[in-house]
């Protein structure tokens, strides 16, 4: 799968951005998709993830309530709904592809997808 991650930007402490990951390859509705961050000097940590079907979506704690995952098969695209942005937000976003059968255990952990967009710059100001 192929992955094209927009969105990223600027914003203000409090603000709202929405993130956006097209995809194309293999057949996106038996995709499940996720969104990891990588703050400079640390490791990339899970944020979001949604299943196949988008019956199930999963997010870490430090997001949970303030983002929403989001699928639109018809437009092949993943969102991530990011409000009430904090500047320990700030971090390069990236979006993953993995197969429908990857369980809810991988769809929390970097090994459980195995394709990646590039990633795209979030930048909160205090």
């Known amino acids: 799968v192929q992955l094209q991650a927009s969105g990223g930007g600027l914003v203000q402490a409090g603000g709202s951005l929405r993130l956006s990951c097209a995809a194309s390859g293999r057949s996106f509705s038996s995709s499940a998709f996720g969104w990891f961050r990588q703050a400079p000097g640390e490791e990339r940590e899970f944020v979001a993830a949604?299943?196949?079907?988008?019956?199930?979506?999963y997010y870490s704690d430090p997001v949970k309530g303030r983002f929403t995952i989001s699928r639109d098969d018809a437009k092949n695209t993943v969102y991530l709904q990011m409000n009430s942005l904090k500047p320990e937000d700030t971090a390069v976003y990236y979006c993953?592809?993995?197969?429908?059968?990857?369980?809810?255990?991988?769809?929390?952990?970097?090994?459980?997808?195995?394709?990646w967009g590039q990633g795209t710059q979030v930048t909160v100001s205090s």
């Open positions: 949604i299943s196949w079907a988008g019956a199930s979506t």
């Open positions: 993953a592809a993995a197969p429908a059968a990857t369980s809810s255990f991988y769809l929390q952990r970097e090994s459980g997808f195995d394709s």
